[in-house]
Structure formats: C-alpha cells, structure tokens
Antibody
Framework: EVQLVESGGGLVQPGGSLRLSCAASRFTFSNYAMSWVRQAPGKGLEWVST????????YYTDSVKGRFTISRDNSKSTLFLQMNSLRGEDTAIYYCAKDIRHDYWGQGTLVTVSS | EIVLTQSPGTLSLSPGERATLSCRAS???????LAWYQQKPGQAPRLLIY???GRATGIPDRFSGSGSGTDFTLTISRLEPEDFAVYFCQQYGRSPYTFGQGTKLESK
C-alpha cells in the first residue's frame, strides 16, 4: 500500500525557518501531483500547496505565498515544503497527501511556532 | 476563492440511522471536483468520495456522494459505530483548493 512519511517538524521561533520532507513509496511518485495540508490545533483542514508531477506547476494558499516553497525530487520520491518567515498562525500539523484528490495521507508532522 | 459551507455543524444520530451531510459552494465547482474526507481524533483524514460521487478504494457502500454545481451531499445509509467522526468536503477544481469547516457526526 501507498506510504507517505513526513519529517522535519519541530519548535521554531517566529521569523524562523523549517524544511518539511515527505518520503513516498509504493507508487510511481512522478506520475502524481502532491500536496501539503495543515491543521491547526483543534481546527479544521487548510490546503497549503500543491505541486504537479513534473514539478513545473505549483499552487499556494494566499497566506503562505512568498514565504513557503513546495518542491519535489522525483529521483528520491520525496516532497518538500520550505517554510520561511514563520508566524504563530503557521502552528499546525502538516500532512502530505498524494494526488490532487488526496487519496492517501501521511501521519503528519507538528510545527510549533513560538518564542 | 471558492468558499465551502458545511451543514449542520454537528449532527447527533444513533447507530443504524441515516446521515445526510451538506456542502454548499459559493461558486460552481469545476467538473464536480468535490471530495469528502473522514477524520477521527488523532488520525489523518481519509478520502471517502472523489469527483462528487466516486467511492474511494476500500470505502463501504453505505457511503455515497451526490450533487453538482454548488450543492453536494454525503449520505451514510446506516450508521455504524465507527462512522462517528468529523467529515470535511473539499473542492479541487480551482486553486486555492478550499475545505469546508467540517461536520461533526456524534452518537446520540
């Protein structure tokens, strides 16, 4: 079965940076768009970003444009999210999800932005 | 941006009953690219329905989706104990790919 494993979360100060990774396996990674979705504590789901299978096309929610960058390494079946200028409101569990319809999800990695 | 509004916010039903959850979009959803997810506490969401009415792999046939344009419905025909959870809809037809705020399905 498809496996997605996120890593890279942690505690960071406001204004800091983090790079999340999502290691994918058991499917042809380059054939699928991939997304990041986040969930603040006790809140609903928020779509963050999507990247096409080739990596050419990227999409972001307005609140992270200019601060976050999604990328992928198809040779290593890995998805990334570079997060800069982090704010308190970025505190959330970050999930990676396969395909535009999010048919498989990882277990999530917690990002906490606090001084 | 397409805003998705889910109703009701909380639905209290008993096992064996039928559940009807609504998701209304502020604009027409392209090609009915509307998905439904189930999330239980401490777990990642799970895809139930895609393309408004397509059942995802391994999803029991008591779950069904319907609708088009701006009005969509998730129906659970006969509730099982494991169905009590939070349900989210999402449109993935036009960026930003927005989610609804969720409906909590609780056991009466």
């Amino acid at each position: 079965e498809v496996q997605l494993v996120e890593s890279g979360g942690g505690l960071v100060q406001p204004g800091g940076s983090l790079r999340l990774s999502c290691a994918a396996s058991r499917f042809t990674f380059s054939n699928y768009a991939m997304s990041w979705v986040r969930q603040a504590p006790g809140k609903g789901l928020e779509w963050v970003s999507t990247i096409s299978g080739t990596g050419i096309s990227t999409y972001y929610t307005d609140s992270v444009k200019g601060r976050f960058t999604i990328s992928r390494d198809n040779s290593k079946s890995t998805l990334f999210l570079q997060m800069n200028s982090l704010r308190g409101e970025d505190t959330a569990i970050y999930y990676c999800a396969k395909d535009i319809r999010h048919d498989y999800w990882g277990q999530g990695t917690l990002v906490t932005v606090s001084s | 941006e397409i805003v998705l509004t889910q109703s009701p916010g909380t639905l209290s039903l008993s096992p064996g009953e039928r559940a009807t959850l609504s998701c209304r979009a502020s604009q027409s959803v392209s090609i009915n690219y509307l998905a439904w997810y189930q999330q239980k506490p401490g777990q990642a969401p799970r895809l139930l329905i895609y393309g408004a009415s397509g059942r995802a792999t391994g999803i029991p046939d008591r779950f069904s989706g319907s609708g088009s344009g701006t009005d969509f419905t998730l129906t659970i025909s006969r509730l099982e104990p494991e169905d009590f959870a939070v349900y989210f809809c999402q449109q993935y037809g036009r960026s930003p790919y927005t989610f609804g705020q969720g409906t909590k399905l609780e056991s009466k």
